[in-house]
Structures are given as structure tokens and as C-alpha cells.
């Protein structure tokens, strides 16, 4: 028996929206990093056109690498609603790390393998503070990040300057052909984690924590999991990040990674993801990444210096963030 | 009597759906008035609209025979109303003077005027009855003390009106005796009270007229000596049932869940009851007896709630377990939980509807596993429940009420869960989805399965369930199958009412 | 420890607790600790920190975070050492400090970016205009300033007169005006302070602009210190201040603690600074004990929330 004599009624309320609204869906479906690209391509290409030619973007490429490693670390930890600001810290410890006497006294590849294994373990004690302890995100990983750059600055003060060993300065320099080999290894784990996040579990794990805690918290999911796990991977990520930073400078220093945890965070706004949204991809963060590195090139050479790029950087946060805020009201 | 407030042709409406249609009441001077009604009625929605909290879609608000518009409910209180919700509208860090004063302080020149206040809070707090001192901060408060804080701080304001949303709830005896003195006080100052309650003593022996609410409609208004309990209630349910609901079940299983020791805090009474392969059971009452927080510590997500539970398989296994150690070790065992509030604890909003509903599958592999697109499954769910939507990549946002609440409930099914355990399956949901779900929860417990439900939503109870446990005060005062109860013997039950001749108790 | 008039006085009583006994250590092992110049030098070292982490306390009561201050210190510095007139410098400085909080407060509250990122890039922008100002440390600070900050009255440093004003305008705001208890409600509960008819955002964006405002007048001071401007200087003391407000038992949630409990935990931080220069460690280790006193402050109260 067919009781059902009101589908016509409930239908209705699922019709697709009206065609004026497509336009701003589709605006906001491509994530800003992708038009800002346009626009500073288009630029060049009017007023610069130099700046378009393949050796320049090789470089910006190279630039961007160690960026886009931090990008896919804050994009992590900001999908499940937390965020990490000792990514600084962490690029410092990787760099100490790397230019020990004790690592270069080592086989060549646990010069890359500790300072992984030192990012994340920084990350699970951050991961530990956040779940266990519930401690805000912000505190703590403010705090782990100065104590990270305290202990390096401490430990270096009487040391003479190493060397970063080899292996990791090939990567950080080398070339294969005209292509940065630091950019290739960047691009590959993007595509790996994209895929990873798109196709395992652990992905959809961490885009319902994302898109409602409450809820995954109700629907038994292991939300406390998620997030130790989460920010285990970004301090392995920003370690790698760091890594590559350092094999381009190839010596230790104290002069590193001071506004990652800036650009991080503003790659990944610009990337179309913000705190408590459970889409956004790989692509637009990583877009963003080599977007934001080739404004600041762009500033360069117009001698906008340090506090243009400054004044830059925190006026396309800011932007990004209203935005984004504007765009989420709209949908609920 | 001089009317001071009249509502008039007063609707509202959620999302389309109504709350409240063409409602009128009027408050006179010196009168205690009763607004009566069952659970879901429109009672705290009309209040909630004199009270300046919630704007109407359609009708006015006279006060003293003007035209009035609250756009907030400092306006109301400003205006002379007063109101004394269930959620009290305190600032638990701040003292009692403070959060009576709160938006209207009392200064000397730019400072706070504090004695002032404290002064005036202890006049107020003294004709309540209630001796602290308003120094004291809100959150130390017990809930029959912050209730009269909430009193005291509308006769700071000298209203004319009050209005009391179930003010007995939470008292004691002593505490219930002191609140009607004062309700008789302020009447014979000539004040108007509106007064929320089921409870038919108070209603008879306080109010002087009852307007009783049913289904978002007026009933009636009447002087309550013209009445009795048993015609109040009658007044009160009693409809058509439409033909909404799917046959119940002819033949039931053997005992698939077994609850014991179910202790919804350290103070409750311990719980017991089953539930069979194929049955139905809903748990009926009046609100916040305790319905919510039994299928909460089933479902292991209650704080301090505890239970021994046994759950039997298809198979004929019994798993026993101990409820209290969160949801994963619930669904683990095969009990699935939809909350009330599905927005905001039972779904992912901005995810697609593949994503909501295979969530429950990939939530039981490890998470280093391939995620299926089981877009079978997917379609399957949405052919059985009649999810309109046209496709599931679409933000489960963008459905109405209705089939978000089938995307729930399609997680659970797609998982293969034991036991479903749902508050209000229908809130908020059409007619026609209404049946839809019905006809689901039918199908699965045809299929082996049983399910928990509760409802204010007496029609439902009665037409859904094949069990009927009435809860009053966290025990079970009443079971019955449903065939052999109505409306009226829920109602009865859930208010403790045995003094009506002739009725079962 | 719910006690009848805790509300929202709160846990300050465990920093002072705790400063007690941190005085005693100190007093107790060190004679150098003990001696009129080491202790009015901890007072005028304590200042800056004491003034910005007052102005942190009224946002954090809000339940917000303002991490701008560091690089509004930089700015006050370096305006004060660029301009001729230490009138006109301290009245460049309060306007820009009204604007910052300003913006700050209207991106919280009316635009609801979360107050981290509001401020990070808040902080990021005006650190580019502070480069622009000065790029490097330099200029020259008005002699009347400086010794407004460094003399003494006898054996007393002028700062602890900063600090006095600082300590009983803070005490003022928030327990003697209505803007004082409508911060409390609004990080208290929010929906239900609406509700009784306070102006939430309205009262948000003021708590940032007076946050903005007292680390204003502690880069004046700083300025008269150090005799000159630094477009550096301050960044240290934006997670600083948190500290000494997370130390002095206010809740990073909103609505509980005060400005004795900010008092309480700068003036600790002061001491382990004082004892470590004491014992002549690293500098550079300060700031890994800050933090790990951040971490153990931020633990001791159990949030229902996880993540941010």
C-alpha cells in the first residue's frame, strides 16, 4: 500500500538553486589561490613578461618547495580544526639536526631519516598536549615552537657553523635538467598525500572531524586519534620542509623559517580551506604555495623589500579569511 | 479585569515548517493564567513571543491596548514582561547582583553603582523568599536558587507580567509551596502571570483560566472552575490519527537487547528492561524526565550514565558489555545512536550525501584502508528511504528536513547496526517523510533488528511503537503495549495524575 | 573548587600561591636576589610586560587572543624615537593603536575570523609599516621620557608609579565599569549576555582597542628605556603576555580571572627571568622555560573542547 502522496511536495525542496547563484557557487568551488595565480600571471605577462620565462619560474619552483611542504603540514592540522605554530621551530630543528657532527659522523641517509623522526616527534607532543591534555592548539604550539627555537639558538651558541651533509644539499640544489629536484620531491609528496587523503580512510576520518566534532564525537569516531595523527604527519612534513631549506643554504643557521608559520597558514586559506570546512583538496593549497612565492618574487623586483611583502602576506590573509568566513555563512 | 496584554492572529513558522497557527491569548490584571498543552503544542513558542526572545511570522502584541513590537528581550522586560524560562538566562561567572542587572547597571556617574544594585537585589531577592547574598557568584547557585534570581530580577524591573515556563520542575516540596505564595502575592498586586505547566494540581488549585494549545493551535481559553483534570486532558489530545503509520509487528523474536543497572547519574534509581527481534519500544513522558539521558547512556555518549547491557546477534551470540565507555565501543557492539539535534550532533553538514552515509562504513576499518567508493550501497540507501535528492555529491545542506534526517538514519542501516537508538525520529520532518521513515524503521526491524525511540510526539509514540514505557522522574511509571493505551493514558501517566475516576493506573 | 564567591575571580589564587613561593626561593638562595637594586630592577624589567599583559587579560576575558601587541610595542618605539615632539609621538602612537584594535575587533567580531588569525595577520601588515618607519633600531627618544621611566624617587624606580597607574586602571576598568562586566559576560556567556541586551561585538571590538591601547603605552615605555626605537623589539612579547595571563590563573576560555592573577603571573615571569640571569644561564634558555611554564599553565584547566 502506497501511502506516500506528498513526493511531489518534498521534491521541491531539493531542485537545484537558481542560475544567478551557479556563478558565485562556482567562484567559491575553485579556491582563491587558483585565480590570484591567474592574475599574477596575467600580470607578468602584461608588465613583466620576463619574470615568465622558464629559468625565473624554475627558481620561484625551487623557492616554493619548502613552503609547499609547510602548506601540506598546516593543511593537516587547520582540516581537523586545530593549527600549528611551531612549524618555525621544527625548520630550525631540522636544520640543527642535519648539521651535527653526530649526524655527519652517520650514514647519509639518517641525515634525512632523524630529522623526520625529530619533526615528528615534535608533532606528537604537540598531538599530546592538544588530546590528552586538551590544551588550546594555539598555546601549545606556540609554546613548543619557542622552546624549539630557544634550545637550537642555546645549543648553537658555542658551536662553529657545520655543514649540511651532502645528500640533503643535492636534493636542496641539485637539478633534474632544468626542474628543481627539491620542487619534484615537493610536487610528489603533495600527490601522494592528495591521493592518500582522497582514497584511505583515514581521509574521510579527518574530513567529518573537521566538518563537525560534535558529531563525529557522538557517531563513535576516533576523533582524538585523528588529530595526534594529524599533527604527527605535519611535524614529519614541516621536518621535510625544513630539510629542503636547508639543503639549498647548505650551513647551519639561526635564519630560518622565521614567517613559515605566516605563509603556512596563508597558503592555506588562500588554498580555499579554513578552520571547521571538511573539503578542500591538495590543489589549492599547493597552488597557493607557489602563488604567494611568486608574489613575493614580484615584490622583489619591484624593491618592495621585507616590509612590503610584510604588508602583503597579512593583507592576503586577512582578505582570504573575511572571504572565506562570508562564503561559509552564505552556505549555512 | 483590565487586560493588560493580548496576542492576536499570532503564527510562526521554522523553515516552513509551522510552529504556531492563528493563536490568540489574552493576560488579564490579577490573574494567574495556565497555558497548557502537550509536549511540542506552541506553548514556550507563543511565550517565547510575548517575551520578546522569538519575532512571529504573522499577528500582533498588544499591551495595555497598544500595538507593541519587541526586537529583543531587554525590550520586553523594559516594557514590563518578565520571564522565567526552563534555560535560565544567567551569566554563571557574574554575582547575582550583576546578572540581574545586566544591560540595565546601575551607575554613579561612570562607575557601577554596586551597592545600589546589591541593595536593590536584596529587596527583590527578599520578597522571593530567598536569603543569599547577591554578592554570591550564579554558577554556586543551586538551579531552585538561580530559578529565583531569574524571579527577583523581573520584580527589579516592577513588571507587570510575568511568565513562567514549568517554574516546578526543579523544585523541592518547601521550594514549590514558596513559589505559589508568591505567585498569590503578586496576583493580588495586580499582576498578570502566565503560567506553563502540565501539572494539573497547579494548574487547579493556582490559575484562574487555562488556554490550552494543541498542535500549534488554539483550543480554547476557559475559566479552570468550569473544568476538571480529566476534561483539561481530554481538551488537550484526541485527533484523527491519519493513516501514517506502517502495521506493527505481528510476531516478535527473542530478547535482542537486555538492559540492566541503567543509571543515568549516581542519584537515579537503577533501570531495567528488554527489548525483542522486530519490537518497537518508545519512551514516553513529559519533557526532561529523563527519556533523553537513558537512550544517551545506551548509546555510551552520557556523562556519568551506566548500564549493563547484553546484546544478542543474529546468531543467537550474547556480547555483554558496559555502556559508559563512549560511542565507538556502543556501535562497536552494534548500537547506533541519532540525536535529536541533527544539524548539529548527527550529520556533516557541508560533506556530500555519499560521504554521510558510507561514513559508518569506513569508520569500522583501519584507518590506513582503501575507502570504497560503495556507491551500491549508496544508491541502495537512497531507493529504500526515497532520499530526494538530484545527486549525492551534493552537500547534505542542501535537503530538506526530511531526507537529512533519512541520511542518518541510512548511516546506521548501511553498517548493519543491532539496535537503533533514536531521539524524535520525525522533528522537524514533512508528512511524507514521516511515513517514509516509519516504513524504514519497519523494515529494519523486519530484518532482525529493534529499535529505541523516544518522541513527544504522542500520536507517534502510539502509532509507531509496539511498546509504550512511560518515564516520569528517570523510572518507568507505566508500560503497556500500545494497542491498549492512548494519548490520554500517557498524558495521565506522564503527569502522575491518578486522581481522574476510573482510569487505569 | 567551586567556592561561593569564586565566579569569576577564579584560580588567581594559585599564582600567588605560587609567586610566594617563588620569592622565597629566590630570597632564599640568592643574597644577590635579596638587594634594593636587583629588586627595583626586576620592577622596571617587569614593566613592559606588566602593561601589555594587563591590556591581553580584558581580550582573553573575552575569550579572544590578541597576538598584534608584540609588533604594537615595535611600532610605539619606533614612532616615539621618529618624531621630534614626544607629544605628538604619543598621540601618533594611541591613534594607532586605536585603529589597530579597531580592525582587529571589527574582523572578530563583525567578520568572525577566528581572533588568531585576525591578529597574526593584523600583526604581519603592521610590522611591514613599522620596517617602513624605521628598518633599523635608531632615532632618539625625548630626554624627558627617558627619565620618566628610568629615574627613581630615592630608592624607588618611577616604574613601579607605571605600574601602580597600570595595575589600578586595569582594576578600575574591569571591576568598577560597565564595560569592565560586560567583557566578563560576554567571554561568560555570550548568547545569554545578548539576550539580557548587551552589545556583544560592540564590546568585543572596545576590548581590542583598549588591548592595543595598554601595549601602546608599554612600547612608550620601552621606548624610554632603551633610548631609541627597535622595529624588533617587541616581538617577544606577544606569546609573553599570554603567559603571564595563562600563569595568572585566567581562562583562555573566557569569562574567569582578573588583573591580580596578570600581576601575579608577569611579575613570576619576572623571577624566573631575575633567577636565571642570576645563575647566569643562557639567555637564549628563557624562553624555552617560558614555554614549558606555558605548557604546564595551559594544562591545569580541563576544556571541553579539543583542538583550537
Redesign the interface.
Known amino acids: 500500500m502506497n501511502?506516500?502522496?506528498?513526493?511531489s511536495?518534498?521534491?521541491v525542496?531539493?531542485?537545484?538553486r537558481p542560475s544567478s547563484r551557479t556563478l558565485g557557487r562556482l567562484l567559491t568551488a575553485i579556491a582563491p589561490s587558483i585565480w590570484v595565480l591567474i592574475l599574477l600571471v596575467g600580470y607578468c605577462a602584461v608588465l613583466k613578461p620576463m619574470l615568465l620565462q622558464m629559468p625565473f619560474q624554475m627558481v620561484i619552483f625551487r623557492q616554493a618547495a619548502p613552503l609547499g611542504l609547510a602548506v601540506c603540514a598546516q593543511l593537516l592540522v587547520m582540516r581537523?580544526?586545530?593549527?600549528d605554530l611551531s612549524l618555525g621551530g621544527i625548520f630550525l630543528l631540522t636544520n640543527f639536526v642535519s648539521t651535527t657532527a653526530l649526524v655527519a659522523g652517520l650514514p647519509p641517509q639518517w641525515a634525512i631519516v632523524l630529522p623526520l623522526l625529530a619533526g615528528a616527534a615534535v608533532g606528537a607532543v604537540n598531538g599530546v598536549?592538544?588530546?590528552l591534555?586538551?590544551?588550546?592548539?594555539?598555546?601549545?604550539t606556540?609554546?613548543?615552537?619557542?622552546?624549539l627555537?630557544?634550545?637550537v639558538?642555546?645549543l648553537s651558541?658555542d658551536n662553529a657553523p657545520g655543514s649540511v651533509p651532502q645528500l640533503i644539499k643535492d636534493i636542496g640544489q641539485g637539478r633534474l635538467g632544468p626542474v628543481p629536484i627539491a620542487g619534484l620531491v615537493w610536487l610528489a609528496v603533495a600527490l601522494i598525500l592528495g591521493i592518500v587523503l582522497r582514497?584511505?580512510?583515514?581521509?574521510?576520518?579527518m574530513?567529518?572531524v573537521g566538518?563537525?566534532?560534535?558529531?563525529a564525537?557522538?557517531?563513535?569516531?576516533?576523533?582524538?586519534?585523528?588529530?595526534l595523527?594529524s599533527h604527527i604527519a605535519a611535524g614529519a612534513l614541516a621536518a621535510g620542509g625544513g630539510l629542503l631549506l636547508s639543503g639549498y643554504v647548505g650551513v647551519s643557521t639561526s635564519n630560518l623559517g622565521g614567517d613559515v608559520v605566516?605563509n603556512s597558514?596563508a597558503g592555506v586559506?588562500l588554498g580555499g580551506v579554513t578552520?571547521g570546512?571538511?573539503?578542500g583538496g591538495m590543489l589549492g593549497p599547493t597552488v597557493a604555495a607557489f602563488a604567494l612565492t611568486l608574489l613575493f618574487n614580484i615584490l622583489n623586483v619591484f624593491g618592495a623589500?621585507?616590509?612590503?611583502?610584510?604588508?602583503?602576506?597579512?593583507?592576503v590573509?586577512?582578505a582570504a579569511?573575511?572571504l572565506a568566513?562570508?562564503a561559509q555563512?552564505g552556505?549555512? | 479585569m483590565q487586560t493588560l496584554i493580548a496576542a492576536r492572529n499570532i503564527s510562526k513558522r521554522y523553515d516552513g515548517v509551522p510552529s504556531l497557527t492563528h493563536v490568540g491569548i489574552e493576560g488579564k490584571a490579577g490573574s494567574i493564567h495556565a497555558v497548557t498543552g502537550e509536549n511540542g503544542a506552541g506553548k514556550s513558542t507563543l511565550m517565547k513571543i510575548i517575551a520578546g526572545v522569538v519575532k512571529p511570522s504573522e499577528g500582533e502584541l498588544f499591551l495595555n491596548g497598544k500595538a507593541v513590537t519587541f526586537r529583543s528581550p531587554l525590550d520586553a522586560l523594559n516594557a514590563g514582561i518578565s520571564t522565567v524560562f526552563q534555560e535560565f538566562s544567567l551569566v554563571p561567572n557574574l554575582t547575582v547582583a550583576e546578572t540581574m542587572f545586566l544591560g540595565r547597571e546601575l551607575r554613579r556617574g561612570p562607575q557601577l553603582d554596586r551597592a545600589a544594585m546589591n541593595a536593590a537585589a536584596e529587596k527583590a531577592l527578599a520578597q522571593v523568599g530567598l536569603a543569599i547574598d547577591p554578592r554570591r557568584s550564579v554558577g554556586s547557585l543551586t538551579v531552585a536558587e538561580q530559578q529565583s534570581v531569574e524571579i527577583a530580577k523581573g520584580l527589579t524591573v516592577d513588571a507587570q507580567i510575568f511568565i513562567f515556563d514549568e517554574p516546578t520542575a526543579a523544585l523541592n516540596t518547601q521550594e514549590v509551596a514558596r513559589l505559589e505564595i508568591l505567585l498569590k502575592a503578586l496576583r493580588d498586586r495586580g499582576k498578570c502571570i502566565f503560567y506553563i505547566s502540565h501539572r494539573m494540581r497547579e494548574i487547579f488549585e493556582l490559575c484562574d483560566t487555562a488556554t490550552v494549545l494543541k498542535d500549534g493551535k488554539l483550543v480554547g481559553s476557559y475559566p479552570t472552575r468550569e473544568l476538571n483534570a480529566d476534561r483539561l486532558l481530554s481538551l488537550m489530545v484526541g485527533r484523527d490519527l491519519a493513516q501514517l503509520y506502517p502495521p506493527k509487528a505481528d510476531s516478535l523474536g527473542e530478547t535482542v537487547l537486555e538492559v540492566a543497572q541503567l543509571q543515568v547519574d549516581k542519584q537515579a534509581a537503577p533501570l531495567a528492561f528488554n527489548l525483542r527481534r522486530g519490537e518497537i519500544v518508545a519512551l514516553a513522558g513529559l519533557e526532561g524526565q529523563g527519556q533523553r539521558e537513558i537512550v544517551r547512556t545506551l548509546a555510551g555518549i552520557q556523562p556519568q550514565g551506566k548500564a549493563q547491557i547484553a546484546i544478542r546477534d543474529l546468531q543467537g551470540r550474547m556480547s555483554r558489555f558496559s555502556a559508559g565507555g563512549g560511542s565507538a565501543r556502543s556501535l562497536q557492539h552494534g548500537m547506533a545512536f541519532m540525536p535529536e539535534d541533527r544539524k548539529a550532533e548527527g550529520l556533516y553538514l557541508d560533506l556530500p550525501i555519499h560521504a554521510n552515509l558510507t561514513l559508518g562504513i569506513h569508520q569500522r576499518r583501519r584507518p590506513w584502508a582503501l575507502a570504497r567508493r560503495c556507491s551500491q550501497v549508496v544508491a541502495g540507501l537512497v531507493k529504500d528511504l526515497s532520499i530526494r535528492t538530484s545527486s549525492t555529491s551534493l552537500a547534505v545542506i542542501s535537503l530538506s528536513g526530511g531526507n537529512q534526517q533519512k541520511v542518518m538514519l541510512g548511516r546506521w542501516l548501511a553498517v548493519g547496526a543491532k539496535v537503533l537508538l533514536i531521539e524524535e525520529p520525525t522533528r522537524g520532518v514533512d508528512v511524507g517523510a514521516k511515513t517514509e521513515i516509519y516504513n524504514a524503521l519497519r523494515a529494519f526491524c523486519a530484518q532482525g533488528g529493534a529499535v529505541l525511540f523516544t518522541s513527544r510526539e504522542l500520536p507517534e509514540v502510539i502509532g509507531v511503537a509496539d511498546r509504550v514505557l512511560v518515564i516520569k522522574d528517570h523510572t518507568v511509571v507505566a508500560e503497556r503495549s500500545a494497542g491498549a493505551i492512548t494519548e490520554e493514558d500517557i498524558l495521565q501517566a506522564a503527569v502522575g495524575n491518578h486522581a481522574g475516576g476510573g482510569h487505569r493506573s | 573548587m567551586k567556592t561561593r564567591y569564586a565566579g569569576r575571580i577564579g584560580g588567581q589564587y594559585l599564582s600567588a600561591i605560587l609567586l610566594v613561593i617563588a620569592l622565597a626561593v629566590l630570597a632564599a638562595c640568592f643574597a644577590q636576589f635579596r638587594t634594593v637594586e636587583n629588586l627595583g630592577n626586576l620592577l622596571v624589567q617587569a614593566t613592559p610586560l606588566l602593561v601589555v599583559a594587563l591590556g591581553q587579560t580584558l581580550v582573553i576575558l573575552t575569550g579572544g587572543l590578541d597576538l598584534s601587541v608584540g609588533v604594537m610595542i615595535s611600532l610605539a618605539t619606533g614612532l616615539i624615537a621618529n618624531t621630534e615632539s614626544p607629544v605628538l609621538g604619543v598621540a601618533m602612537v594611541l591613534m594607532a593603536a586605536v585603529s589597530l584594535g579597531l580592525i582587529n575587533g571589527v574582523g572578530v567580531a563583525r567578520f568572525r575570523v577566528h581572533p588568531i588569525i585576525m591578529t597574526l595577520s593584523s600583526a604581519t601588515v603592521l610590522q611591514g609599516i613599522v620596517l617602513i618607519i624605521l628598518p633599523t633600531p635608531g632615532g632618539a627618544v625625548a630626554p624627558g621620557l627617558v627619565t620618566a621611566v628610568n629615574g627613581s624617587m630615592g630608592p624607588m624606580p618611577l616604574a613601579v608609579l607605571w605600574i601602580v597607574a597600570a595595575v589600578l586602571g586595569g582594576w578600575f576598568l574591569l571591576h568598577r565599569t560597565r564595560l569592565g562586566l560586560h567583557l566578563y559576560a560576554v567571554g561568560g556567556a555570550p548568547d545569554n549576555a545578548a539576550l539580557a541586551g548587551v552589545n556583544v561585538s560592540w564590546t568585543i571590538v572596545r576590548g581590542y582597542v583598549l588591548c592595543a591601547l595598554f601595549a601602546a603605552v608599554a612600547g612608550i615605555f620601552l621606548a624610554g628605556r632603551i633610548s631609541s626605537g627597535d622595529p624588533w623589539v617587541g616581538t617577544s612579547y606577544g606569546l609573553d603576555s599570554i603567559a603571564a595571563v595563562a600563569l595568572g590563573g585566567t581562562q583562555l576560555t573566557g569569562g574567569i580571572g582578573g588583573v591580580w592573577g596578570t600581576l601575579c603571573g608577569t611579575l613570576l615571569l619576572g623571577l624566573v627571568g631575575n633567577g636565571m640571569n642570576l645563575v647566569q644561564i643562557n639567555p637564549f634558555l628563557l624562553s624555552v622555560v617560558n614555554g614549558a611554564l606555558l605548557l604546564v599553565a595551559v594544562c591545569l584547566r580541563r576544556r571541553q573542547q579539543l583542538g583550537l
Open positions: 501511502i506516500i502522496s506528498s513526493s511536495t518534498a521534491s525542496a531539493a531542485q537545484p581537523c580544526r586545530s593549527i598536549f592538544i588530546t591534555f586538551r590544551a588550546s592548539a594555539v598555546i601549545v606556540l609554546a613548543t615552537g619557542a622552546i627555537v630557544g634550545m639558538l642555546y651558541t582514497v584511505m580512510v583515514f581521509g574521510r576520518l574530513q567529518a566538518s563537525n566534532p560534535q558529531a564525537t557522538l557517531s563513535g569516531l576516533p576523533i582524538r586519534r585523528v588529530l595523527a605566516m597558514i586559506i578552520f570546512s571538511g573539503r623589500g621585507e616590509s612590503g611583502k610584510l604588508i602583503v602576506q597579512g593583507l590573509i586577512a579569511a573575511i568566513g562570508m555563512k552556505r549555512r
